[in-house]
């Protein structure tokens, strides 16, 4: 396991792939970038080796794939792997379960080993975390840039049903573009409509009266590309700013945009 572990490091190297594919994902930076909201204890389970992903305290000894990453565990890795292959009970694990993330507090040694004798589930204490924003689509340390501020957008734009699930963009700064545009809209109706309205209330009539249409002129007008709708509004509502110096949507707007690509 250990000459696995070195010869993934090598072959990652070699396809120049980015440093994190092989890093263990950490807990508390996964939670962190999902925003924590409770958590509870379910009791003993049977969960799929391979949904084990991370660990709350142990990062360094072990990679993504639970391979040891020093010579430092050899001796209990060596003595778990006797007792496994002599039939010898093993106590269960200790994860905590973030979707279908696991994470490991304790059983570290037990999870290689399994891996190496090639086991498809282990017995493990699961404590399900519940956080603001699911954990989809986390793969490596570097989603959680992109999760993170997610979910400062959220905050900010509190989306819901249908509209939390249709504004996604890929760059994390894009969240922070789109935020500052909602809050700018909400500003503008707000002074329009002479009243106060709450975060919720904005995000809500922002989806409706202001993304959708501005969605559907662009689909119409050819204007996504192989950009997110999300995305192809952020980069169009700037255009739009920077160009003409306006709020409005007209086919004029759109016109313009167009031609500042050729």
Not at 41 to 62: E, K, Q
Not at 67 to 93: F, N
Request: overall charge positive.
């Amino acid at each position: 396991m250990r000459r696995q572990q070195v010869l993934s490091r090598l072959a990652a190297w070699l396809r120049r792939e980015p440093d994190d594919v092989n890093i263990m994902l950490p807990f508390a930076e996964v939670v962190d970038a999902l925003g924590r909201l409770s958590e509870r204890r379910t009791g003993l389970r049977v969960i799929r080796l391979d949904s084990i992903v991370g660990s709350v305290d142990r990062t360094r000894d072990f990679d993504r794939r639970f391979r040891p990453t020093s010579g430092r565990v050899r001796e209990r890795w060596q003595r778990l792997a006797l007792a496994q292959r002599r039939g010898e009970s093993v106590p269960p694990i200790d994860v905590y379960r973030v979707g279908d993330l696991h994470f490991v507090s304790d059983g570290h040694h037990r999870v290689s080993v399994a891996h190496a004798l090639g086991l498809e589930t282990i017995d493990a204490y699961v404590t399900e975390v519940v956080t603001r924003i699911n954990a989809r689509g986390i793969r490596h340390r570097g989603d959680l840039i992109v999760k993170d501020h997610r979910r400062l957008f959220l905050e900010r734009v509190p989306l819901t049903g249908q509209a939390r699930t249709a504004v996604v963009v890929c760059d994390p700064w894009d969240y922070a573009r789109l935020g500052e545009n909602v809050e700018a809209w909400g500003f503008r109706l707000m002074q329009d409509e002479g009243r106060f309205l709450d975060r919720a209330t904005v995000a809500r009539r922002w989806y409706s009266e202001e993304y959708q249409p501005v969605v559907t002129m662009l689909r119409q007008a050819d204007m996504i590309g192989d950009r997110t709708d999300a995305e192809a509004y952020v980069w169009v509502a700037g255009e739009r700013y920077r160009l003409i110096r306006t709020h409005r949507w007209d086919p004029e707007v759109l016109d313009a945009v167009r031609s500042s690509q050729h």
